[in-house]
């Protein structure tokens, strides 16, 4: 008998169509899914507990609207530490910093030689985002190395979903690239 793998559990239908309803509305009660589903509240409420056992379902959290709670500017960061950073601090202790950086909204390790991290961090406005970024370009200058800056405001996000690449993977349908041309 085959050992199931903990990194990547299989699925089972019932829980592929729990987990995407999930993923469409958070906060669905079990009992909507269960009568969607033609299951009991009680099969519903296994099935979600189990997903978030194993670790697929992480967290619940809300979609905020920036602009309503004052962020008016991202910023899209590529950053490389300095070899003094490198040999003093492991790959873990620096991701834990930055973990901790309350303007970071995501952030990403890159194995690439132009930079070392890509960061996306939230600011009131452009005038904040200048000055946080002018103290990294003179009081850090020894540790970060700031490679690239994307700024803009919050009300250009297009997108801020990940629902739809989600029901591919969990249908096992091949990625559409038609989509992202304007045929």
């Known amino acids: 008998m085959e050992k199931p793998d903990i990194a990547f559990p299989k699925l089972t239908r019932n829980e592929q169509t729990v987990l995407k ?58 950053i490389r530490f300095t070899k003094q950073v490198w040999e003093k601090y492991s790959d873990d202790q620096i991701s834990e910093s930055i973990r901790k950086i309350p303007q970071v909204i995501i952030a990403y390790r890159i194995p690439e030689s132009g930079i070392s991290h890509l960061l996306v961090m939230g600011f009131r406005n452009m005038e904040q985002k200048d000055r946080y970024l ?40 091949e990625t559409p690239t038609a989509e992202f041309l304007l045929d």
């Open 21 to 78: 309803r999930i993923i469409e509305q958070a906060k669905i009660p079990d009992l909507e899914i269960a009568k969607k589903m033609g299951l009991s509240q009680q099969a519903i409420f296994k099935i979600r507990h189990k997903l978030e056992e194993v670790g697929i379902i992480k967290g619940y959290m809300p979609i905020i609207d920036f602009k309503k709670v004052g962020i008016e500017t991202l910023v899209v960061l590529g």
């Open 134 to 173: 002018m103290k990294l370009q003179t009081k850090y200058s020894k540790e970060i190395e700031i490679v690239r800056v994307y700024p803009f405001a919050v009300d250009r996000i297009i997108k801020e979903s990940n629902v739809g690449l989600l029901n591919i993977i969990l249908d096992k349908e």
